[in-house]
């Protein structure tokens, strides 16, 4: 059997063992979705969104790149965003990393990986500003860790800094921006308590007033 083959295959597998377990399951995730979270994770293979959090289809809104990176210009990042707040109205978005991230190893190297430089640019800078911190830290894998961990706080920033955030807090539509990190080793996920619920938590240069 062909590879693409065995993913139709897995697909049915798949299929029916949810309607063994519930026969109305498709006919409900049918109608609208309604999440209460907006996940931002890594692209990584080894990350899977929804069974990590043991979530259904319909129970969390994905969006997935290179080193779960929130940058202001990327309007595909900015879009899932702004449907998943204006228009799902989620609670809560939660910015997930992981340790031994290959995209954060990567911006901590002079090594060059193409047009994914550019996009790791904003790490390399988070890794620079932070050197001095990070080389009191003598073995390899856990100051790598460390500044998968700083690269998550950096996005919850970015989250929080943006208008789509902002400007539901000003309607006073509830919405909290976490911080988590994910152990590939043992699976298991991390609060790095860098929670934002509202403006009075981000610097006042950031703080954006009322449309």
Same mark, same amino acid.
């Given at each position: 059997?062909?590879? +693409?083959?065995?993913?139709? $295959?897995?697909? *049915?597998?798949? %299929?029916?063992? !949810?309607?063994?377990?519930? @026969?109305?399951?498709?006919?409900?995730?049918?109608?609208?979705?309604?999440?209460?979270? +907006?996940?931002?994770?890594? $692209?990584?293979? *080894?990350?899977? %969104?929804?069974? !990590?959090?043991?979530?259904? @289809?319909?129970?969390?809104?994905?969006?997935?790149?290179?080193?779960?990176?929130?940058?202001?210009?990327?309007?595909?990042?900015?879009?899932?965003?702004?449907?998943?707040?204006?228009?799902?109205?989620?609670?809560?978005?939660?910015?997930?990393?992981?340790?031994?991230?290959?995209?954060?190893?990567?911006?901590?190297?002079?090594?060059?990986?193409?047009?994914?430089?550019?996009?790791?640019?904003?790490?390399?800078?988070?890794?620079?500003?932070?050197?001095?911190?990070?080389?009191?830290?003598?073995?390899?894998?856990?100051?790598?860790?460390?500044?998968?961990?700083?690269?998550?706080?950096?996005?919850?920033?970015?989250?929080?800094?943006?208008?789509?955030?902002?400007?539901?807090?000003?309607?006073?539509?509830?919405?909290?921006?976490?911080?988590?990190?994910?152990?590939?080793?043992?699976?298991?996920?991390?609060?790095?308590?860098?929670?934002?619920?509202?403006?009075?938590?981000?610097?006042?240069?950031?703080?954006?007033?009322?449309?």
């Amino acid at each position: 059997m062909s590879d +693409l083959k065995q993913l139709f $295959a897995n697909n *049915r597998e798949w %299929a029916e063992a !949810i309607k063994l377990e519930d @026969p109305d399951f498709f006919t409900k995730l049918d109608g609208q979705q309604a999440p209460q979270y +907006l996940w931002i994770g890594c $692209a990584d293979s *080894r990350v899977p %969104a929804d069974e !990590i959090v043991g979530l259904l @289809p319909g129970e969390l809104f994905v969006h997935r790149n290179v080193a779960n990176v929130v940058l202001h210009t990327d309007l595909n990042c900015l879009s899932v965003m702004q449907f998943a707040v204006d228009v799902l109205k989620v609670k809560h978005i939660i910015v997930t990393g992981h340790h031994g991230c290959g995209g954060v190893k990567a911006a901590m190297s002079n090594q060059q990986l193409g047009l994914s430089d550019g996009w790791l640019h904003s790490i390399r800078d988070l890794y620079y500003q932070q050197r001095e911190r990070l080389r009191l830290i003598e073995d390899d894998e856990v100051r790598l860790d460390r500044m998968c961990e700083m690269n998550v706080m950096r996005q919850v920033a970015n989250v929080s800094h943006t208008s789509i955030v902002q400007n539901a807090w000003h309607r006073g539509q509830p919405l909290s921006v976490h911080g988590f990190i994910y152990g590939i080793k043992d699976g298991h996920l991390k609060d790095l308590d860098v929670t934002v619920t509202g403006p009075e938590q981000i610097p006042e240069q950031y703080r954006l007033g009322p449309p």
